[in-house]
């Protein structure tokens, strides 16, 4: 019978500590959720996967854009540069 004991009490630490990093784990993940909220105004993370493709599209074409001018500008003016 002891070892029976032993063995649940074992297994009931062990629930319990699982319980509680799973609280932990949850309370972190609403922390990330709230401030994926408040810096990106995004709240879901395909919401924010969404938004990051977007941003990226457009940083992207800002980019080719950049890149356009330059070379617009050294065609035009290469010799003074």
Known sequence: MADIDKKLLKWKGQIDAAKTGKAQE???????????????GC??????????????????????ELDDGIAEIEKDYGELL
């Open 26 to 40: 949850e309370g972190k993940m609403e922390s990330v959720k709230a401030r994926l909220n408040d810096e990106v």
């Open 43 to 64: 709240k879901t993370v395909s919401q924010a996967e969404k938004k990051l493709k977007e941003i990226d599209k457009e940083a992207n074409k800002l980019s080719d």
